[in-house]
């Protein structure tokens, strides 16, 4: 082999090794840093809307669990390929009540800024729940009846089947912005 056809395959190599750790690098990212969601239907109206592009942060959850008020993305306890974005708003040892289209936590009526005002909470068969350990109670921000399918529905979901927590809204561009 000349040096001509040397140099050729040290290229080749070195343009591999790059494309090869770009793939690891990309890998790594969008297994434990953060990722990207679409929303996908009602359920989180007003906060979100069908066709908002999130971004949703992954490692914080490595160190600590979610909070209450958290956005978070999870697998559907109904159909585990998919995944659900709610709201937080029980985790372990809370009490959880729906009453007269009011939450409450604790006994304390929660303050949602997040749903439109005059919205009713609907509830389906049970209206309080005790969240269990490493279990969270999740609501979408839209209460209206059949546009959120969420622990009213299905019950608390286990904290390990959260993926991330929805931070940054980047598209549409008019409405760029933190999540709250």
Do not use: C
């Not at 906060?47 to 999130?54: A, Q, S, W």
């Amino acid at each position: 082999m000349d040096k001509k056809e040397f140099n050729l395959m040290h290229e080749i190599g070195s343009w591999i090794m790059v494309l090869v750790s770009a793939i690891v690098l990309a890998f790594f990212i969008k297994t434990f840093i953060f990722n990207t969601v679409q929303i996908d239907g009602p359920s989180m109206n007003p906060t979100l809307e069908h066709g908002d592009r999130l971004i949703t942060l992954k490692i914080q959850y490595f160190f600590k669990n979610p909070a209450r008020g958290d956005v978070i993305v999870f697998q559907s306890p109904i159909e585990p390929s998919k995944e659900y974005i709610k709201r937080v708003i029980g985790v372990e040892g809370d009490e959880v009540r729906i009453e007269d289209g009011y939450v409450y936590v604790n006994g304390k009526k929660l303050e949602e800024y997040y749903i439109e005002d005059g919205i009713y909470t609907f509830i389906q068969e049970e209206s309080s729940w005790k969240v269990g350990e490493d279990k969270l109670f999740v609501l979408g921000d839209n209460r209206q009846v059949n546009k959120s399918i969420d622990s009213r529905y299905f019950g608390e979901i286990p904290i390990n089947t959260v993926d991330g927590r929805g931070v940054f809204r980047y598209y549409p561009f008019n409405k760029i912005g933190p999540i709250h």
